[in-house]
């Protein structure tokens, strides 16, 4: 990296070679991050207008957190939700979609760390795709861990939208207005996405490491919108390196290419995920 901190011309930009390697490839991975959904509307953590630059990241996406301020972590969902609902996927969820109904999931697995639903939506069969950070729309127990999905979620997102007769004043949430766990009658709701500093959801992380396992090697890594600084799920990218994998990032900024150490023999495509990743894999 030379001291402007810009990529040495090391990566390849060559569109037709990766399509030559990607079309003998037998194994791909892939890592998905918020710059896949930015063509959608949805704002990305980091990026310009980034949700983290109008919010303190550690304001709303830690335990401690939802434990301190409940109403403002929840508020901050419920506009995330509204958002993402209002988005559709774009065409680069799309592509990645119909690469996994094509190859199969021997062939292409999809890890994401958006919490969306944009790739559900776009038809990308849920055995080829897993949620690192879990689901928007799901919602858990702080207590019981008991989960609430599709129309349970709802009704319960339903009397949080709504403000109850006597907040009819302040739309603002309060505490009293948060619901609490049918089952265990005790524990607070909270949107079933993982915070920092909590662990990965056990299941997603075996079957991913029973997939990357199920060969000795990797033939393609797909880094996709993501700026590669929250662990685990960027260490996917070295795991697929150790094993053979060539990889080809694609992102707007160069910047946050540069942390990956990009090699000659893997790419790096410079531009917007909706207009590349349709091409890529076409
Ligand atoms: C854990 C759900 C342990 C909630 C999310 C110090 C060093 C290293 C690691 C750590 C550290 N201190 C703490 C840690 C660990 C921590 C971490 O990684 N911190 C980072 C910030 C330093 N990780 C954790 O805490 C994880 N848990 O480690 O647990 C443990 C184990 C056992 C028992 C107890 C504990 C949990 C991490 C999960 C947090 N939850 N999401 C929510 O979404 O609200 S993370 C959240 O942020 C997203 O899910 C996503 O993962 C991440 C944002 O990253 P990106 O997707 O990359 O988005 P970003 O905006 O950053 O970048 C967008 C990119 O797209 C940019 O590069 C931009 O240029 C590009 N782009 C924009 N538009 C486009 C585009 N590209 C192409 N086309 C476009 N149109
Ligand atoms: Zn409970």
């Known amino acids: 990296i ?37 063509p959608s509307g949805l704002q990305t953590f980091r990026g310009l ?7 303190d990241a550690k304001e709303l996406s830690t335990p401690a957190a939802f434990e301190r301020n409940p109403a403002l972590v929840w508020t901050f969902y419920l506009e995330r939700r509204r958002a993402a609902r209002a988005a559709h996927p774009n065409k680069a969820h799309k592509a990645l979609a119909e690469m ?15 919490i969306d639903g944009l790739s559900e939506r776009a038809g990308h069969p849920p055995e080829a795709l897993k949620l690192l950070h879990g689901n928007l729309f799901d919602i858990k127990c702080t207590k019981c861990e008991h989960i609430l999905q599709g129309d349970a979620a709802d009704e319960v997102i339903q009397s949080l939208e709504k403000p109850s007769a006597e907040s009819s004043g302040s739309p603002a949430l ?18 079933a996405v993982v915070w920092f500093n909590e662990p990965l959801p056990f299941e997603t992380l075996s079957s991913i ?10 033939d393609t890594m797909l880094v996709i919108g993501t700026s590669a600084e929250v662990y685990p799920a960027t260490a996917y990218i070295e ?30 495509f410079e531009g917007h995920a909706a207009v590349l990743v349709p091409e890529m894999l076409s």
């Not at 207008?49 to 919010?55: A, F, V």
């Not at 505490?175 to 949107?191: F, H, V, W």
């Not at 150790?242 to 023999?265: H, P, T």
Request: glycine share 8%; hydrophobic share 40%.
């Open 2 to 38: 030379s001291a402007t901190g810009f990529l040495r011309p090391r990566a390849s930009r060559s569109l037709s070679t990766f399509q030559s390697h990607l079309s003998v490839s037998v194994r791909t991975l892939s890592l998905l991050g918020a710059g896949l959904s930015a």
């Open 49 to 55: 207008g980034g949700l983290w630059r109008t919010y």
């Open 100 to 114: 996994a109904q094509r190859v199969g999931v021997e062939g292409f697995l999809a890890i994401s760390m958006n």
């Open 174 to 191: 309060r505490r009293e207005d948060i619901p609490k766990c049918s089952s265990c009658q005790s524990g607070l709701l909270r949107p």
């Open 209 to 218: 490491y029973s997939w990357i396992q199920a060969s000795p090697t990797i």
């Open 239 to 268: 795991v697929a390196r150790q094993k053979g994998a060539r990889i080809a990032v694609v992102n707007v900024e160069k910047e946050d290419v540069g942390l990956l150490a990009l090699e000659e023999q893997d790419w790096y």
